[in-house]
């Protein structure tokens, strides 16, 4: 069966950096577009970024662009989201998705992806 598991969450000062892992298995990982959402307490979850297939192409919210970093190896069958300069308000649950790379869907919504990781937590102290 298909599996996301993120790892690399934890707690960090204001300004400092992590990094995200996702690794996939059960599916054909470089047929997959792969995104990273996340969702605060009392919030809806929402974008964060996406990378296609091949990872030629890359897609930000507003929010994190600059500071976000989206990459993936399809060797490795893992999606990568490099975060810096980190802000309290970066602070939620992580979750990492795949849709199929040619279906024409949108890459900021979650709707359009099939599959979801179990979510990593982020924490981000002042």
């Known amino acids: 069966q298909v599996q996301l598991v993120e790892s690399g969450g934890g707690l960090v000062q204001a300004g400092g950096s992590l990094r995200l892992s996702c690794a996939a298995s059960g599916i054909t990982f470089s047929s997959y577009a792969m995104g990273w959402f996340r969702q605060a307490p009392g919030k809806e979850r929402e974008f964060v970024a996406a990378?296609?297939?091949?990872?030629?192409?890359?897609y930000y919210a507003e929010a994190v662009k600059g500071r976000f970093t989206i990459s993936r190896d399809n060797a490795k069958n893992t999606v990568y989201l490099q975060m810096t300069s980190l802000k309290p308000e970066d602070t939620a649950v992580y979750y990492c998705a795949a849709r199929p790379g040619y279906n024409g869907r949108s890459y900021y919504t979650g709707s359009s992806y099939d599959y979801w990781g179990q979510g990593t937590q982020v924490t981000v102290s002042s």
């Open positions: 990378i296609s297939w091949s990872g030629g192409s890359v």
